[in-house]
């Protein structure tokens, strides 16, 4: 069973640390806040929840194309966004200790209802009403400095060779603007017709104030974006399928839906016509996975203002131009990988034993197959063993184990979440065929050598 609790939380990372799937950032030289490097198993799973959700999106939908846009872009995008002058998080820092914290969350931890999308002086004012109830994380003291705006945009010197960083080119505070930067390219060299999307991952950087809580928020992270241009004004229905579409997703691969909910922001924006969230119940409770934003013609017009260049749309039937609307889905991949894996964990408790695997969908599993000779003293039992790894690994990706009794070799695998264990024992040597193990229910099923791939690909 789940165990919604801090503990939960610290078992997924001790895990993830054992087993190498994500460590500390530099970690060799005491680690960097908010900073994570996937190991690998890590990388595995990542790529393949990227590559599901490439699928889902450009390859089972005719009316999505990907893009590619490089990462550092001409410094008056974030003017254009609105980062520039307003990507900013509410900062306070505690008097004893210096920790700094950042007001919203810490408003909304003791129960007050507040975002960072309100007006500052209205959060500035809660902030000043509350601010004795809330304790600084890591001292436990009240006394806080005057809240303050802190942009989040990371800044470089790319291109500036003069050393006193007057210019600054930005990290992408967010990866969707290479989409809207590529609207018209993509409309002038492709046949896409409105309403279309198109889908990105790339890398995005904030100055988190607080990053926490493991992978959730951190200062490096890839978003997953998607962005439907669709007629002025056709907003709702599509609105609702694109809703409806990613909470699918999820469940599709395994996520429970009683672990998903949407939620709506109740402050918007001033140009969104409808915002929600769908949040997960990550091992801290739950909270924002990703963000689904009905966002009007805003993006497009601010560019089009901006650089000059005409983005209207010229619907190739009638003739008539217009700026398209936009229905936007954002979701960091640290933070969907934390989820799957909290999804994933489970525990079986035998008698005075604990059984801890990793319930991924086998479309995600790092590993898909691993393959043991039932004794690794026995030359014959490691050649087949080997045959059958050789061309498996072809297939798919497996790993060849032969260390240790079958029983803990089954325990490191249910660990990583490997859904298929193979086994090569004397019976093999005259019949061909050998032991699947299935990681959820243990239960085996003699399959043929020649069966294996079509058995494993019938379940991914
Ligand atoms: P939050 O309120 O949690 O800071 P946000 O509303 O600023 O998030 P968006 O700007 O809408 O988030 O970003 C879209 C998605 O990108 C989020 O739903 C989340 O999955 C992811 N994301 C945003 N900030 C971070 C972060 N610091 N670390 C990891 N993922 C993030």
């Given amino acids: 069973m789940k165990e919604n609790s801090d503990k939960l939380m610290e078992k997924i990372v001790s895990l993830c640390k054992r087993r190498g799937f994500v460590f500390q950032g530099s970690e060799i030289y005491g680690g960097m ?3 994570y490097d996937y190991g690998p198993y890590g990388v595995e799973l990542l790529n393949n929840l990227k590559s599901e959700w490439w699928k889902a999106h450009t390859q089972y939908r005719d009316d999505y194309v990907g893009i590619d846009s490089a990462i550092f872009k001409d410094p008056r995008v974030w003017e254009a966004s609105g980062h520039v002058g307003g990507f900013a998080d509410p900062l306070s820092e505690c008097k004893k200790c210096n920790t700094r914290i950042r007001v919203d969350k810490e408003l909304k931890n003791i129960g007050v209802n507040a975002d960072e999308k309100m007006p500052e002086a209205q959060l500035q004012a809660l902030f000043e009403e509350n601010k004795k109830k809330i304790s600084c994380p890591k001292c436990g003291g009240h006394d806080f400095s005057e809240m303050r705006s802190f942009n989040l945009l990371v800044k470089s010197n790319l291109g500036d060779f003069t050393n006193e960083g007057k210019n600054p080119v930005y990290l992408p505070g967010e990866a969707c603007q290479g989409i809207y930067l590529n609207f018209k390219n993509v409309v002038d060299s492709t046949r896409m017709q409105i309403p279309f999307g198109i889908a990105q991952i790339g890398k995005a950087f904030r100055n988190e104030i607080s990053p926490r809580n493991f992978l ?3 200062r490096e992270m890839e978003q997953a974006d998607t ?27 395994g996520i429970k839906p009683e672990n998903l909910r949407f939620v709506q922001h109740e402050n918007l924006v001033f140009y969104a016509k409808d915002a929600w969230d769908i949040e997960y119940n990550f091992p801290t409770g739950f909270d924002e996975l990703e963000g689904v934003h009905d966002r009007s013609d805003y993006d497009l017009n601010q560019h089009m203002k901006h650089s000059g260049t005409d983005l209207r749309y010229t619907d190739p039937s009638t003739g008539e131009k217009y700026i398209p609307w936009i229905l936007e889905t954002s979701v960091g991949m640290g933070r969907m ?34 393959i043991f000779p039932l004794l690794r003293n026995k030359p014959e039992l490691v050649g087949k063993a080997q045959e059958v790894y050789n061309s498996l690994k072809k297939e798919f990706k497996c790993e060849f184990d032969d260390n240790g009794n079958i029983g803990k070799r089954y325990r490191r695998q249910d660990e990583i979440g490997t859904p ?3 086994v090569i024992d004397f019976d093999t040597l005259t019949d061909d065929a050998v032991t699947i193990r299935d990681r959820d229910t243990g239960v085996q099923e003699r399959v043929k050598v020649a069966e294996i791939v079509s058995f494993i690909k019938s379940k991914i």
């Fill in 337 to 370: 990988f934390l989820a799957f894996l909290a999804d994933a964990y489970s525990e079986e408790v035998k008698e005075d034993d604990t059984r801890v695997f990793l319930k991924l969908s086998p479309k995600l599993a790092p590993i898909k197959a691993a």
């Fill in 227 to 253: 962005q439907y241009f669709i007629r002025p004004n056709e907003n709702k229905e599509a609105y609702e399928q694109v809703k409806k579409d990613r909470f699918n997703w999820y469940t599709s691969l």
């Fill in 420 to 422: 298929f264990c193979i």
């Fill in 216 to 218: 959730f928020r951190t």
């Fill in 33 to 35: 806040a908010g900073l």
